[in-house]
């Protein structure tokens, strides 16, 4: 199972233009990636500080709450996101509840995820964010990126792409779709 890919150079949120595809067409499954979005989100409504250079993605399939849990699916892409990215740097990857993932106690990547209803099937837009080159300052919430930890530039092409495939396979056998 593919995902059709969506590029934008810029836009408003990788989310919002997933849940505008999903509503005017009949995709099922995509990824939407933007080079720069100017309004995106975190969670609770928080402002995600989005520079240009870093990856920013969100991706979207029909969601069956009656076989998954939301909470179950947040954690799945935490992992996928975990999985993909230690392809790249050896440092230990955590958790921080409910979507952020660490390293060395500094975020280098946020998940925000949204249920949206399209004919009365559900869908489960996940978008991410990942500190490829540069991270915001935040103050109480320390933050970090990919070249500060590597030391080295990291293809942003390759990195979405092997994202891509994390999910592709993921989705595919959560779905039992070939």
Known sequence: ???????????????????????????????????????????????????????????????????FSIERVTKLNCKLVKQTLSKYIKNKINFKKPNDLLINKKKVSGILQEIITKSDKKFLITGIGINVIKNPNI???PATNLYRITGKKINKSELEKNLKLVFENRISKMYKIN
Do not use: C
Request: charged fraction near 25%; proline fraction near 1%; charge should be positive.
């Open 1 to 67: 199972m593919k995902f059709k890919k969506f590029n934008f150079k810029i836009i408003k949120s990788t989310n919002d233009t997933a849940a505008r595809i999903i509503k005017k067409t009949n995709f099922k499954f995509g990824m939407v990636v933007a080079e720069k979005q100017f309004s995106g989100r975190g969670q609770y409504g928080r402002k995600w500080i989005s520079y240009k250079g870093n990856l920013f993605a969100s991706f979207f399939h029909p969601f069956n709450e009656n076989k």
């Open 139 to 141: 103050k109480n919430y």
